[in-house]
């Protein structure tokens, strides 16, 4: 079993739609939980970073951190087109840009 | 402000070979650390250089090597290629070693091994 668990999708939604995207993970000790988004044959760009449990909102973005559940969230409001991408969540120990953890990868479509 | 860069972009190495891969780091940042991506996979951790140390590693054999030099940018060596080393290598860069800044990742390099 992975550390850190995604469903690989591809999941695919319309223009406008509002996106839920998950992780769950198995280590309680992870103390900073980031979400990246990676393009096709690009490095992952960082869009959230929370550490501990509760939530955070930047733009249409809100991520979650339930460490009692172990699950991570990100929601995407009123998606567009460019965000056609692959989501990541990471995890770490030590630090927000430290020694990360990965989970394999959510492929998000958005149909216009 | 200058982001993550990396070098080359793409390269093809026979098994057996050796590679050298390049990062500058970003800006005002002084550790950075190198990931493996598999296509179709997430990320693995490799190893992170803090102030030219090796402060981490991951579940990589040694011939994956590595150096951070004064400047903070840095190199990943790997022996002995194989196969199953066909990836996307990334390196990412942040500030502080252990409980630092995010980690902003360069547009990384892919690697065939045929």
């Known amino acids: 079993q992975k550390e850190v668990e995604q469903d690989p999708g591809p999941l695919s939604v319309p223009e406008g739609a509002i996106v839920s995207l998950n992780c769950t993970y198995s280590?309680?000790?992870?103390?900073?939980f980031m979400w990246y988004r990676q393009y096709s044959r690009k490095g992952p760009e960082l869009l959230m970073y929370?550490?501990?449990?509760g939530n955070k909102e930047d733009g249409r973005f809100t991520a979650q951190v339930d460490k009692s559940s172990k699950y991570i969230s990100l929601f995407i409001r009123d998606s567009q087109p460019s965000d056609s991408a692959t989501y990541l969540c990471a995890m770490s120990l030590y630090g927000a840009g430290n020694m990360l953890t990965f989970g394999g990868g959510t492929r998000l479509m958005v149909k216009p | 402000e200058t982001g993550v860069t990396q070098s080359p972009t793409h390269l093809i190495k026979t098994r057996g070979q050796q590679v050298t891969l390049r990062c500058s780091s970003q800006s005002g940042h002084n550790t950075v650390s190198w990931y493996q991506q598999a296509l179709g996979q997430g990320p693995q951790f490799i190893f992170q250089?803090?102030?030219?140390?090796?402060?981490g590693r991951g579940n990589f054999p040694p011939r994956f090597s590595g150096l951070q030099f004064p400047n903070y940018s840095s190199e990943l060596n790997v022996n002995a290629l194989e196969l199953d080393d066909s990836a996307l290598y990334l390196c990412a860069s942040s500030k502080g070693g252990q409980g630092g800044t995010e980690a902003f990742f360069g547009q990384g390099t892919r690697l065939t091994v045929v």
């Open positions: 929370t550490y501990s449990s």
């Open positions: 250089y803090y102030r030219e140390e090796e402060n």
């Open positions: 280590n309680s000790a992870f103390q900073y």
